[in-house]
């Protein structure tokens, strides 16, 4: 870079400082995808309103799409990535997502793990390991900084002791997240776990049982927080002040979509764009939609698939 041109950047980088501007140079920004609800199965014949028998070729299909997309940091798959919690179907889903072009990271669901049976917590952190170089975890809940501005936390919200569709975020883990969000207070907090945060309708046999405990938690700090979900395979964002809570749908039933998520964080302001992703699949769409239950609130509103929201960074 010349004198001149240094010069130059200086003094509009100052000017924008001083006038309270703010270029898109100056912001941070953020895309990621969220996948949930894969159900990956090695079953050959399709049983209920799940298309099992399919799961690959609705995984397949969404690989390629986020592939074809730009600029993609990371790829998170928010539970119940198998159907079956088998070390086969979790070997067998990993040559899927190994083919993604960017990194990918995981939270647990009630499918992907047994209180009884091989497919414990611990052996599959271990499988974890052993297929995802980005991962480097002693545990399934663990944080890492995407960008500079960005704080990714990644909760288990998945009960120890029984197989049950209620979920719990541990005391360990609720400690974990105020020690970290103390750590953030300049950052955009992203959260991922298979239990939303707002259930998008009320199943209390499927709901994070403390879940008014963990919302106090984030209730005390003000920076943007997002909790991103999947589990009840909803189509819905709710907000309550500077917290989203954000229920994608699943990849197995209909609408078979996902979500892709741009975030500038702003010196002001945090600006969330939000886009919905069907699988290109339409035949198999269609199957699903026919024998889907509650068609309109799977899909949720407009402003659930696709849509802006601005959090401003001085008000609750």
């Known amino acids: 870079m010349n004198k001149f041109l240094k010069k130059f950047f200086i003094f509009v980088l100052f000017f924008c400082l001083f006038f309270g501007l703010e270029p898109e140079v100056l912001a941070a920004k953020l895309k990621f995808v969220q996948i949930s609800d894969v159900h990956f199965s090695t079953v050959r014949e399709d049983t209920s309103y799940k298309l099992l028998a399919r799961s690959r070729e609705l995984l397949e299909d969404a690989v390629k799409q986020i592939n074809e997309m730009k600029n993609v940091d990371f790829v998170m798959f928010t539970g119940d990535l198998i159907d079956q919690p088998n070390v086969e179907s979790f070997e067998e889903v990993m040559s ?15 499918h992907d793990t047994t209180d009884k049976g ?9 499988l974890l390991l052993a297929n995802n170089p980005n991962l480097n975890i002693n545990s399934l809940y663990y944080s890492f900084t995407p960008k500079k501005g960005f704080k990714v936390i990644v909760l288990d919200s998945v009960i120890d002791e029984k197989s049950v569709s209620t979920g719990v975020l541990t005391q360990d883990q609720l400690k974990f997240v105020d020690f970290t969000l103390k750590k953030s207070k300049k950052d955009v907090v ?3 776990m298979h239990h939303p945060l707002f259930q998008p309708f009320r199943v209390d046999n499927h709901k994070l049982t403390n879940d008014k405990e963990f919302y106090a938690l984030l209730e005390k700090y003000n ?6 979900s999947g589990h009840y395979h909803m ?29 500038s964080n702003n010196r002001k302001e945090a600006v969330f764009n939000f886009l919905f992703y069907e699988t290109g699949l339409k ?4 199957k699903t939609k026919f024998i889907a239950y509650q068609k309109d609130r799977l899909t949720g509103k407009p402003n659930d698939r696709t849509c802006t929201i601005v959090i401003d960074k001085k008000r609750k």
């Not at 091989?118 to 271990?126: A, H």
């Not at 920076?223 to 991103?228: D, K, N």
């Not at 699943?250 to 078979?256: E, R």
């Open 96 to 110: 899927y997502v190994n083919k993604l072009n960017a990194p990918w990271y995981f939270t647990l669901g009630n």
């Open 118 to 126: 091989e497919m414990t917590k611990s052996k599959i952190i271990s």
């Open 190 to 192: 992203l959260i991922f």
């Open 223 to 228: 920076m943007p927080i997002a909790v991103f």
């Open 235 to 263: 189509t819905k964002i709710i907000r309550h002040g500077n917290i989203l809570s954000v229920s994608t749908p699943a990849l197995i039933t209909y609408p078979n979509a996902f979500r892709a998520v741009i975030i």
């Open 283 to 286: 035949e198999l769409q269609k």
